[in-house]
């Protein structure tokens, strides 16, 4: 079954820096992954997605994740972190062929952004 | 304003009560989804939907129950038999059920035992 890692559960970076979050994953097959957004007692709001089209995908609020198949990962990255970035950020995985309901979350990491 | 919308936002629930959360949709999407997000757990399909009058358990369906009687409307009932039922509870919905569809989500409903 297809499953996703997601390395730290809290990440901290200063206003400007870079912000990176780690998502690996693991699929017998390459799958379809996702980044997920979510703000305190909100829902989650779709960052960007990649469907097997291009490697490096380009999503909203100056977000983007590169799908790396010999790495198995689809890490997060924004060059340069706002206040407003704060939040739970989570990462999905789901097969090509399948589903919604095959998706499956990782746990979530939670980033702060210091002033 | 197209959306999703859950009611209530807080729910508190006596030991031995089933209670309801309501979940519309006015997306016009045929596929509905319940999550259970837990502290340091990510989300777990609880039940999905791909179209009305149908629906599939997901990965913990035990202890609760829906229906999907219209297209905008996929109500969870946590019933008594949900053993630690205290959790945030997310409905979602996509245009139709493949993995290609973005699911968008509902604010929640935040359900504590008493």
């Known amino acids: 079954a297809q499953s996703v890692t997601q390395l730290g559960s809290h990440v901290s970076v200063s206003e400007g820096a870079l912000v990176l979050l780690r998502c690996n994953y693991s699929?017998?097959?390459?799958?379809?992954l996702f980044w997920y957004v979510q703000y305190p007692n909100q829902g989650l709001q779709l960052l960007l997605k990649y469907t097997s089209a291009a490697t490096l995908v380009k999503g909203i609020n100056g977000f983007e994740a590169e799908f790396k198949k010999s790495e198995t990962s689809f890490h997060l990255t924004k060059p340069s972190a706002h206040m407003s970035d704060a939040a739970e950020y989570f990462c999905?995985?789901?097969?090509?062929?399948?589903?919604?309901?095959?998706?499956?979350f990782g746990a979530g990491t939670r980033l702060t952004v210091k002033p | 304003d197209g959306g999703i919308t859950q009611s209530p936002k807080y729910l508190f629930r006596k030991e031995g009560q089933n209670v309801t959360l309501s979940c519309e949709q006015n997306?016009?999407?045929?596929?509905m989804y319940w999550y259970r997000q837990d502290p340091g757990q990510g989300l777990r399909l609880i039940y999905y939907?791909?179209?009305?009058?149908?629906?599939q358990k997901g990965d913990i369906a035990e202890g609760y129950s829906v229906s999907r009687e219209k297209k905008e409307s996929f109500p969870l009932t946590v019933t008594s038999a949900q053993k630690n039922p205290t959790a945030f509870y997310l409905c979602?919905?996509?245009?139709?059920?493949?993995?290609?569809?973005?699911?968008?989500f509902g604010p929640g409903t935040r359900l504590t035992v008493l």
């Open positions: 997306l016009n999407h045929d596929a």
């Open positions: 939907s791909q179209i009305v009058n149908d629906f």
């Open positions: 999905a995985v789901t097969l090509p062929w399948g589903n919604n309901n095959d998706m499956r």
């Open positions: 699929s017998s097959v390459p799958p379809y």
């Open positions: 979602a919905s996509s245009i139709s059920g493949v993995s290609t569809d973005t699911q968008y």
